[in-house]
């Protein structure tokens, strides 16, 4: 589900606090084979593009699954973003599981999951106050 | 006032502040002096400061400022609940009340001022307890306090912090002694320190002695390498001081070549590294003293300190407080 099929607008500016609310969902068609060393390897499919026919299919290398080799630490992160957990929660586990200061945990776990949105492995969800009549 | 204050003490003053309000900027050096705090929500603290020559008139600086937001039709009355001789105004806004506050400290010769944002109740004695921690510390001190971003680091008062760097959850500071403002002591050692969280994933799954000596120079030469026992009063290699080790720790000193024009006067750059694991926080710790000599030994920093064992931030009980 991504937030055009829901029918939802991106907003213009996010606050603090809209994204603090925010959940991310993992994408439930992928498929995640774990790794010796913690990690794991996800891959995504992918739709194969319209204009991608014969002969130009025949030159150019197409992958139907994307491939993103993840971590032991994105693997614990990803293993959060299961829907009922919303960003700040995530943060917070994140920080409690290693030791570390809210802003400290919320600098890479932003980061990590603006990374996975890119990859197509999560998509995060906005509740903003306004809407939850706040 | 239910938030416990944590200090940060950087450049030329000090503050004690929520430990939920955190550094979020932090001036560089010959910046003008500048750190500003936020909780996970907005910004709350804001605190410039800068060197002046003459002693200012604050009540003069405020009253223009109060006749100019008066004219832009802003909200703005006296502070009269500030700790003397902090002045200032409340600039009410339909979402936040914004505390602007200055105060000259006559013996640094500086101009301080605070900005407080309280975004739902206005806690007056927070902020009055915010205002009158600021301090200046006394340049006559041999050593200086440099406590942010989990760091707390004494070291003597001309060293003076020309770079950091911030990864996830690594944090690492280079001190350099200063012969003047801008001039480099460069026959003093240089220090560097470095605080690491998720030690096994900084560490690569090493031990932490191979992890220090993959740390090293390419090309350095290892003079000793030692163990040391918590506690333990250690001289590091022929040197004349001695450290007191907080944990268990790992000791390198290694010489590597300096440049070809001290190579030719036969200097070397020698360098003394120690690293340890801090269990209640669960961060490594590594220092770094590097200096350029002819003997294979490095002169300890008199007074340096680097404090770990420091308690764990609980995230939950930081939710909702300020």
Known sequence: MTASTAGLRRPRSLSAEDFLRAVPFANRAMTIVPASDGGALASIPMNRPRW????????????????????????????????????????????????????????????????MTERGIIVVVGFPASAAGK | ????????????????????????????????????FSDRRYHRLDLKWRAIRYVPNVDLLLTRHHSRDQKDGRKVSPLTTAPPPWKGLVQETASACIVHAMRHFSGARLLVEASLVWPGRRDIPLENAVLASVATPDARQDARLWQAMGLSVTCPWQYDLRASSLKVGQIQWDFLAMAGQHKVDKQAAALRVERMAMPEHWLKGQALRDWLAGQ????????????????????????????????PAEQILSASKAPLAGRIRG????????????????????????????????????????????????????????
């Open chain 2, 1 to 36: 006032m239910a938030a416990s204050l944590e200090r940060t003490s950087w450049r030329e003053v000090q503050i004690d502040h929520p430990s939920c309000w955190e550094l979020a900027v932090a001036s560089g050096p010959d910046d003008p002096g500048r750190l500003t």
């Open chain 2, 267 to 322: 200097l070397q750059d020698v360098r003394l590294d120690l690293a340890w694991l801090c269990p209640p926080e669960g961060r490594a710790y590594h220092v770094q003293l590097t200096q350029r000599r002819t003997d294979e030994r490095v002169e300890p920093l008199a007074g340096l300190q680097v404090r770990c064992c420091r308690p764990v931030p609980d995230v939950a009980a930081s939710r909702n407080v300020g």
């Open chain 2, 216 to 247: 090293l120079p390419p090309g350095a030469r290892v003079i000793s390498q030692m163990c040391i026992r918590q506690d333990q009063q250690v001289t590091p290699g022929p040197t004349r001081g001695t450290w007191r080790s907080p944990h």
């Open chain 1, 52 to 115: 991608l026919v014969p002969p130009l299919s025949w030159m150019l290398p197409y992958s139907s699954q994307r491939r993103v080799r993840l971590d032991a630490v994105g693997c614990g992160v990803l293993g959060l973003c299961d829907g009922n957990r919303n960003i700040e929660t995530i943060i917070e586990e994140f920080a409690r599981a290693n030791k570390l200061s809210f802003r400290e945990a919320q600098l890479p776990t932003t980061q990590f999951l603006k990374q």
